[in-house]
């Protein structure tokens, strides 16, 4: 019979790599601040795992966001300046995204582990395949290649509609969706995996719901630590996640627990 979980898709910054999701927040406030307008952190971060460029028409509707380019500009964005602004927004993630290529702790031995049991793995990311190149080197240099990378624009539509786990699912031969997982740090990530009809795992901590790097992260109090993964997994379960953990190295206790209730369903 084997492990009844037969595969996992994993999202990229924020899950495996990048501890806090930083370089997609540092990019686009770079890029916007290059056009003498402010993004926040917070603004940035709202619809974060999103095709970049959907996540940028996405920030450019934000009232705040209009306010302030109206202000620097004269007239409110057009998709022209949209245009403009991706072809900007694609080499600065691309280098933030290469310089941000670290594993999260506990990412290489969840994969070998899971790889062990037979699990296929694939994932998926709102980054494009350009943006992707680095990231892929770096990651294997670490310990971490999974089968099938899934990129934004290689599908219909990007999250949170199922397109890209089922793309990833279907390049690895594996069904039912309902003996596959999907792991990922953002809302829309649990909003993809369940309409694709996976178990859904949110990561808290490591993700774009605490956006803090490794070494602040480290540094809270053990009570503002637990207080902010607390309010990231309520955000993560109100979005469909059916399980929350920290990080992906406490993934395998919640994988092993979805596999008995597999084997049992």
């Known amino acids: 019979m084997g492990f009844p979980v037969k595969a996992v898709v994993f999202d990229w910054a924020g899950t495996m790599i990048d501890f806090g999701c930083m370089a997609p927040v540092q990019a686009l406030i770079g890029v916007f601040s290059g056009e003498g307008v402010t993004v926040t952190a917070a603004e940035v971060r709202r619809d974060m795992g999103m095709a970049k460029r959907d996540h940028l028409q996405a920030l450019l509707r934000y009232p705040s966001v209009v306010s302030r380019w109206i202000a620097a500009k004269g007239s409110a964005p057009s998709e022209a300046d949209t245009d403009r602004l991706f072809q900007k927004v694609v080499p600065a993630m691309t280098r933030a995204a290469a310089d941000s290529a670290i594993l999260i702790p506990g990412a290489a031995g969840t994969f070998a582990e899971l790889r062990d049991l037979g699990v296929r793995i694939g994932s998926g990311t709102g980054y494009s395949r350009e943006m992707m190149y680095e990231i892929l080197r770096h990651a294997a240099e670490q310990g971490y290649a999974p089968e099938m990378v899934v990129c934004a624009g290689e599908t219909p539509a990007g999250r949170p509609s199922p397109f890209m786990t ?27 995996g369940k309409q ?4 859904t795992i949110g990561v808290s901590g490591s993700g774009n719901g605490v956006g803090l790097d490794l070494r602040s992260y480290s540094a809270l109090s053990p009570d503002e630590r637990q ?5 990231a997994g309520r955000e993560l379960k109100a979005a469909g996640a059916d399980f929350v953990v920290e990080d992906v190295s406490k993934l395998m206790p919640v994988v092993r627990q979805i596999a008995e209730r597999i084997g049992v369903s």
């Open 166 to 192: 089922w793309k990833a699912l279907m390049e690895l031969n594996v069904w039912p969706a309902h003996a596959c997982i999907k792991v990922d740090d953002a809302p829309v990530g649990m909003e993809e």
């Open 196 to 199: 694709a009809g996976c178990w």
């Open 227 to 231: 207080e902010r993964n607390e309010r």
